[in-house]
Structure formats: structure tokens, C-alpha cells
T-cell receptor, first 114, second 112 residues
């Protein structure tokens, strides 16, 4: 059964720091992996989608990498800003016929201090 | 940018009552989903819907739950007889051919 773990659970950094959020998954047979951002009491905003054949994806100050064989993904945030404060969720889609669901991690709650 | 729209944003209901949560997915998406998040817990998969039928459901999605796409644009989740433990944030999502999701902003369901 696929399990997704994110560490750290919470992180507090001063503005301007570069930071790395970690995601690990127990079964390397995945179709893709998606990083989401969740603001308190709000929905989930897709940040980056990495297909299983890809090693990384970039969007602005965000870079996500995928190492399928070791069951890991990292989300790198460059030059963090207070507006980046949110919970970041990693989710994997298992490689299985007929399944389109995502399995989510518990998230990393990020606070960027001004 | 296209959005997934959910209504209402917050619903309070009495235990045992039926509730219907509504969603308008992105118009050219083919796959539709419901997830829930109990306060402080993980986002959990409930059901996926494709080609007018359920393609997959979780253990949570028992006989109390049903989904429908009544008119080609709306996608609904019905809970027949709500329990206290159904209190959660319910998220609708849709996806296209790349299977990347777009989520709605959620409906907070409070069962009292």
C-alpha cells in the first residue's frame, strides 16, 4: 500500500532563505507526482506536476525534482517570501490500471518571517 | 485561468439529514473526483468519475455516499444520512488528459 510522508511537518524561516521540502513514498511504481499549496481554510492550488519519466519541473522560484527509484521528491523554493507561507502537500498517483486517484502526504506547514 | 467551482462554501446540517455538495468542473475535463479532509488530517480520496460512471471509490465511499453528473456541467456528491464524523472539508477536482488535477476551493461541511 502506497504511503506518502513529508518532512519536516513544520518549518519557519526568515524571508529570503532558500529552502527544501521533502516528500517520500513507499512504492516507486507511480504515474506522476504533484505538489500543491494549501492556504488555511482554502482549496489546493497545483504548483508542479512531474510525470514519472521526468526528473524535474520548474515554475518561477519553484523547482521540484523526482527520484522515482529512491521514492523521493523535493520542492525547492528560492528566495522565500512571506507570501509563500502555506501548507505544501505532495501527492502521488500510483501506476495501476484504471486508477486516477492521488495519495497525499500530511504536508509541510511553512511560515516565512518578514 | 479555468476554475473548478464549488457551492456552498460552508454548510451546516443536522445529523441524519441529507446534504448535496455541488461542483462545476472545468468544461473540457473528462475526469472528476471528490476528496475530503478532516481537520488536521490528510486529504483522502473518496471517488473518481469518468464517462458517466464511478471508475474507482475508496473504503470511505460507502452506501451513504453517491455522485451524479446530472446535466453535463454539474457534478454532485450526496451524503444520504449525515453523521458527526462526516464533518470535513470536501474538495471537488477535475483533470484532463495529462491527469494533473485542478481543485475547487472546497465546501466545509459541519454536522451538528
Amino acid at each position: 500500500k502506497q504511503e506518502v510522508t513529508q518532512i519536516p511537518a513544520a518549518l519557519s524561516v526568515p524571508e529570503g532563505e532558500n529552502l527544501v521540502l521533502n516528500c517520500s513514498f513507499t512504492d516507486s511504481a507511480i504515474y506522476n507526482l504533484q505538489w500543491f499549496r494549501q492556504d488555511p481554510g482554502k482549496g489546493l492550488t497545483s504548483l508542479l506536476l512531474i510525470q514519472s519519466s521526468q526528473r524535474e519541473q520548474t515554475s518561477g522560484r519553484l523547482n521540484a525534482s523526482l527520484d522515482k527509484s529512491s521514492g523521493r521528491s523535493t520542492l525547492y523554493i528560492a528566495a522565500s517570501q512571506p507570501g509563500d507561507s502555506a501548507t505544501y502537500l505532495c501527492a502521488v498517483r500510483p501506476w495501476a490500471s484504471g486508477t486516477y486517484k492521488y495519495i497525499f502526504g500530511t504536508g509541510t506547514r511553512l511560515k516565512v518571517l518578514a | 485561468e479555468p476554475e473548478v467551482t464549488q457551492t456552498p462554501s460552508h454548510q451546516v446540517t443536522q445529523m441524519g439529514q441529507e446534504v448535496i455538495l455541488r461542483c462545476v468542473p472545468i468544461s473540457n475535463h473528462l475526469y472528476f473526483y471528490w476528496y475530503r479532509q478532516i481537520l488536521g488530517q490528510k486529504v483522502e480520496f473518496l471517488v473518481s468519475f469518468y464517462n458517466n460512471e464511478i471508475s474507482e471509490k475508496s473504503e470511505i465511499f460507502d452506501d451513504q455516499f453517491s455522485v451524479e453528473r446530472p446535466d453535463g456541467s454539474n457534478f454532485t456528491l450526496k451524503i444520504r444520512s449525515t453523521k458527526l464524523e462526516d464533518s470535513a472539508m470536501y474538495f471537488c477536482a477535475s483533470s484532463g488528459q495529462d491527469y494533473g488535477y485542478t481543485f475547487g476551493s472546497g465546501t466545509r461541511l459541519t454536522v451538528v
